[in-house]
């Protein structure tokens, strides 16, 4: 299985504040990486797939990068809307695994 | 808009059967991954499985032996049998649709199943 680890596992951040969330594969994964946001008592919502690419109807200031083992989400200002849990997401290889997650607050 | 909605027990005992159905309304196209995915309660995310549009499957070898997923594509039904529960199976599942390409971009809402005697 690919293993998916994912740092820091919480943060805590002013508004406004860009916030950095990295997440490291085992072995390559290519750009076969989705970025989930989780909101207390919700279920996840894609955020950013293919590494790089902004799901419709997601706000400007989230943005991706990476490619192989390597990757990361960028909240380019922090907004309180943003207080959540975000999970990354491998889906080059079964079993689809996920990141152990980031809960991210405000200062 | 696609929308998922899972049914399903509610607390169910150890060594039975766990079956989950989710009901898939306002989707256009077929090419899609049906997948079933859990939440242990204050844990992360895990993959249980998927059925492909065609009818092939595909699952996490760690749950393989005791996990079944079918679709109906005449009512866009599919669902999730887990068998020979115990503790560790309580969680959140969801039932969420993956694209062609394999990112998952809709999930249902969830529904709690607590395995206890």
């Known amino acids: 299985d690919i293993q998916m680890t994912q740092s820091p596992s919480s943060l805590s951040a002013s508004v406004g504040d860009r916030v950095t969330i990295t997440c490291r594969a085992s072995?390559?994964?290519?750009?076969?990486l989705a970025w989930y946001q989780q909101k207390p008592g919700e279920a996840p919502a894609l955020l950013i797939y293919?590494?790089?690419t902004l799901q419709s109807g997601v706000p400007s200031r989230f943005t991706g990068s990476g490619s192989g083992t390597d990757f990361t989400l960028t909240i380019g200002s922090l907004q309180p809307e943003d207080v959540a849990t975000y999970y990354c997401?491998?889906?080059?290889?079964?079993?689809?695994?996920f990141g152990g997650g980031t809960k991210v607050e405000i200062k | 808009q696609v929308h998922l909605q899972e049914s399903g027990p509610g607390p169910v005992k150890p060594s039975e059967t766990l079956s989950l159905t989710c009901t898939v309304s306002?989707?256009?196209?077929?090419?899609?991954?049906w997948n079933w995915i859990r939440q242990s309660p204050g844990k992360g995310l895990e993959w249980i499985g998927y059925?492909?549009?065609?009818?092939?499957?595909n699952y996490n070898p760690s749950l393989k032996s005791r996990v079944t997923i079918s679709l109906d594509t005449s009512t866009i039904q599919f669902s999730l049998s887990l068998r020979s529960l115990t503790a560790a199976d309580t969680a959140v599942y969801y039932c969420?649709?993956?694209?062609?390409?394999?990112?998952?971009?809709?999930w249902g809402q969830g529904t709690l199943v607590t395995v206890s005697s």
């Open positions: 997401q491998n889906y080059d290889t079964a079993p689809l695994t």
């Open positions: 059925i492909f549009y065609t009818g092939s499957t």
């Open positions: 293919a590494a790089s």
């Open positions: 969420a649709r993956g694209r062609y390409t394999g990112e998952i971009d809709s």
């Open positions: 072995q390559g994964i290519s750009t076969s």
């Open positions: 306002g989707v256009s196209g077929s090419r899609y991954y």
